[in-house]
């Protein structure tokens, strides 16, 4: 038995049946007809709805930590609709009506994981409460406006996406520098823990074998080599997002970026009536560095950000998860939309890398020649997308002719990144150039907090 409660605070709130793992690794060959490299949400959706479309179907999974132990196991838990590639830069690459279907598919997505883990009994602590994107300065706020009016021309209305003034935003969140905030209800808080876990157990009970602490070396058509055995399969689905790095000749197809956590201590109903949240709306603001934060369901925050930089050569490394310095800043940017938590605990800090491909537009992809597929590039986006994915990559391999296998995501081919030192440098300048951005802002309740940012995120 493993114990993995470290790994974030979500795997610390599991139920012992759902954080301790008594899978075993792989020890002997197997064939198969489908396996699937990596237990994250990607890997187990796409096993789940392969299920669904053929029960006769052997598959099997293999991670080589544990079942959620990567980014499905650590995020900030917001169940969006959120695509990584905004609707404006799909309807350049694939025309207005692909984008739609897009963005129609991922609202759909959230209902469909709301069903899902009901009629399967997937405790995830789940409240659409939606999601409210603060605007904490002019100009964030005409950015706000600008961004529904935007999707009006997209032909969504009101129900969908909406502009809250600062007396609406204050019904839901007392939040400092209020001018307003957009709104959408295409959003659930999570336990994200307890969703890719109760999904690993799910897909178990449909028959699924799930191996942990296998670690694939490489990936060929028709087989998946470990350390200790051979699978042989008629299709492999590769499912390793962030950490794609890793195997045989896949260096430049994903860059591994950091995201950094923390929780706070349960806090009282008397500090709550001081903040709202009521519905457990997940919230972020109109900063260019991204924040995210979510009220849990035992009303502590989840809160996070990116901005710790990216390590050379798309390294990644337990000793990654927490940096200090980083947390800290995440924490004083919480306590400046919040201050009634000035003083209050962290109680947990973690991170982890999510994926990016060179051109920032995530992919379901199946190859027929080779059997094999592949899923993701979800850069923060990742919980609602891969269940997308997970269906788009069961219809591609069952050649189901659906909508989704029509969706313009669909062998989509991202280029490689660059080769070191240009990716470390790029990487890394790209997210110096946000910190700056946002510091030009005037976006910060207490003043004096700018320049420490920019340190504590260039790492100085
Ligand atoms: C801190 C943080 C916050 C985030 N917040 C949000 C959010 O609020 N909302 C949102 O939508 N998205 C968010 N994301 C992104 C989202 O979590 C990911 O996009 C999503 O979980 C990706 O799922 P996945 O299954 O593709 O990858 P992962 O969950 O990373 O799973 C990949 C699995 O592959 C395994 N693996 C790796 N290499 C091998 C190998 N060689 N052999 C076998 N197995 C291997 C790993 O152990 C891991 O379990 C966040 C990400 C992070 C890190």
């Known amino acids: 038995m493993t114990n993995n409660r470290s790994i974030s605070f979500w795997w610390d709130t599991l139920p012992p049946a759902l954080a301790s793992s ?58 969006s609709a959120l695509f990584p590639t905004t609707i404006d830069k799909l309807g350049r ?27 399967f009994q997937i405790d995830c602590d789940w409240q659409r409460g939606g999601s409210l994107v603060f605007a904490r300065s002019t100009l964030q706020r005409e950015r706000a406006i600008a961004g529904v009016e935007n999707w009006r021309k997209w032909g969504f209305g009101e129900e969908d996406y909406s502009y809250l003034n600062p007396e609406q935003t204050k019904d839901r969140a007392l939040v400092t520098k209020n001018y307003g ?32 602490n296998t670690p694939a070396l490489r990936i060929d058509p028709g087989m998946v080599t470990t350390a200790d055995a051979v699978i042989r399969s008629r299709y492999v689905v590769r499912a390793t997002e962030g950490y794609t790095p890793s195997l045989a000749g896949l260096k ?63 390294k990644i490394s337990p000793e990654f998860d927490r940096t ?39 992919t379901a992809t199946f190859d027929s020649t080779t059997g094999i597929a ?32 029509k969706l313009p995501w669909v062998n989509h081919r991202s280029p490689n990144w660059e080769t070191e030192p240009l990716r470390w440098f790029g990487a890394n300048l790209g997210l110096q150039s946000m910190v700056v951005a946002d510091a030009s802002e005037n976006i910060f309740n207490r003043e004096s907090k700018i320049p420490k940012l920019v340190g504590y995120f260039t790492g100085k």
Request: hydrophobic share 45%.
């Open 22 to 79: 008594t899978r075993t690794s792989l020890t002997s060959d197997l064939d198969v007809d489908v396996a699937i490299v990596g237990a994250g949400y990607t890997g187990l959706w796409t096993a789940f709805y392969l299920k669904q479309n053929n029960p006769n179907l052997d598959i099997a999974i293999i991670d080589a930590n544990v079942a959620g132990f990567g980014a499905s196991g650590r995020n900030g838990g917001w169940c």
């Open 252 to 314: 430049r197809a994903i860059a591994p970026i950091y995201s950094l956590m923390v929780a706070t201590e349960p806090l009282s109903d008397d500090v709550w009536s001081q903040i709202g949240l009521g519905k457990r709306e997940v919230f972020s603001d109109g900063r260019i560095l991204v924040i995210y934060g979510q009220r849990t369901s035992d009303n502590r925050f989840a809160f996070g950000g990116r901005g710790a930089p990216y390590h050379f050569g798309s």
């Open 374 to 405: 592949h899923a993701g590039g979800y850069v923060g986006d990742g919980v609602g997308t891969s269940n997308l994915a997970g269906r788009t990559l069961a219809d591609l391999i069952t050649r189901k002719d659906s909508p989704l296998v």
């Open 324 to 362: 200090p310095k980083v947390q800290k800043a995440i924490f004083d940017i919480l306590v400046d939309l919040f201050p009634v938590l000035e003083g209050k605990v962290v109680t947990h800090t973690w991170g982890g890398p999510l994926g990016i491909a060179r051109d920032w537009m995530a």
């Open 93 to 119: 690459m694939f025309g207005n009506q692909q984008a739609v279907a897009m963005q129609v598919a991922m609202h759909d997505t959230v209902s469909e994981i709301e069903s899902v883990t009901k009629d």
């Open 181 to 212: 905030a957009s709104f959408t209800p295409h959003v659930a808080a999570i336990n994200p823990a307890k969703l890719v876990r109760g999904l690993a157990a799910a897909v178990e009970k449909l028959g699924v074998l799930i191996y942990e």
